[in-house]
């Protein structure tokens, strides 16, 4: 099969590959859509992730779907010819974790694009039955794909339990923050920030009902910092090293924190007497658990705009432009897609 592998720091390269063979309890997917994640930036730009260095030149991407081409023995998933979203998270469903129903936490949990499991920037995938599941009829591949964003988006919220009388700021203005303020107008809240520098997104957060976009966190504090207004739920979702600082700044006293975020380095700042002082709470949010069927329904019937999102589209000849045009997107671009097989 045709895939592209990073060799290395921006280095990508499309090769000849064995075509994967489903094991039991597996499917293969031939993909049609790949969605590039932000999180795929640190292995792509920095040839790790997290401190971890793949031991080959691995296949990236997580965020896809496809049609179910053949099946492994033993229980499995739909049959051949269906269209399927896929759930990247795969979890043991034996370990301590797994049995309270904490599977995104699984302690032997397999992720697609991270080191040293290859992902679905190639024409086939084997995935385990489990984590595939049938799109809706009226649901595109590009849109299926971005069901997992919305996924992470949707766990998040969970945890934010978001209604009325919330006051919302989300910090970062992607894809997964996109989703966020989606959901945060369907829960209700009174109302809902974007904080993105990319002054091009602002249109899009507002059409979908953000009150005010703002490029910078210090614009935010400096209107409704300290008041009855501001915001008393923060979702940090920027991937910006000093996120995490910013949005205890931001945050209202009593308030809560939602961290998605994975900053460029290991570790962040903040200042430990305005958390204190606020008596902050502190939720961190980890990929998703359970809720890409959801996810596929709100875009099915509307309630997530998903086809709205902008997007870049790029053939998998040309994986390394979407690398690049993922990391610096132009305009208003939330995500660089990958279209496979067609």
């Not at 309270?100 to 936490?105: A, S």
């Not at 595109?140 to 919305?150: K, Q, R, S």
């Not at 962040?268 to 959801?294: D, W």
């Not at 902008?310 to 040309?318: K, Q, S, V």
Request: aromatic share 6%; proline share 7%.
């Amino acid at each position: 099969m045709k895939c592209a592998r990073c060799f290395g720091p921006e280095d990508i390269r499309i090769v000849d590959s064995p075509d994967p063979r489903p094991e039991a309890q597996e499917v293969l997917v031939a993909v049609r859509a790949v969605s590039i994640c932000p999180s795929d930036h640190h292995i792509y730009r920095e040839g790790h992730s997290s401190g971890v260095v793949p031991d080959h030149p691995m296949i990236l991407g997580h965020e896809f779907s496809g049609v179910v081409a053949a099946l492994g023995s033993g229980p499995t998933g739909p049959a051949v010819g269906t269209r399927v979203a896929v759930e990247p998270a795969w979890h043991c469903g034996e370990c301590d974790l797994c049995k309270r129903g904490l599977t995104n936490i699984c302690r032997n949990v397999i992720f697609p694009s991270y080191p040293n499991r290859d992902g679905a920037l190639a024409e086939y995938i084997a995935c385990p039955a489990h984590a595939v599941y049938t799109m809706p009829e009226n649901v595109g591949f590009i849109e299926a794909a971005l069901a997992e964003p919305l996924g992470v988006a949707i766990h998040a919220a969970r945890h934010a339990q978001m209604g009325p009388g919330d006051r919302v700021a989300i910090l970062g203005a992607g894809a997964i923050g996109i989703a966020i303020l989606e959901l945060a107008k369907l829960s209700n809240v009174d109302a809902a920030f974007i904080v993105d520098p990319k002054v091009a997104r602002h249109q899009l957060a507002l059409k979908l009902g953000a009150a005010k976009a703002y490029a910078d966190v210090e614009d935010l504090i400096g209107e409704f910092g300290g008041t009855a207004d501001g915001a008393n739920t923060v979702f940090d979702v920027t991937n910006a090293q000093d996120s995490f600082a910013d949005a205890v700044e931001v945050c209202e006293p009593a308030g809560k924190i939602l961290v998605i975020t994975i900053p460029p380095e290991d570790h962040c700042e903040f200042t430990a007497s305005s958390a204190r002082r606020k008596e902050l709470a502190i939720q961190f949010s980890r990929r998703s658990r359970s809720a890409i069927e959801e996810a596929l329904s709100l875009i099915s019937i509307s309630k997530v705009r998903a086809p709205e999102w902008p997007r870049a589209e790029f053939t998998l000849d040309a994986t390394a432009d979407a690398f690049r045009c993922s990391v610096d997107p132009p305009g208003g671009v939330l995500r660089a897609v990958v279209l496979v097989n067609g």
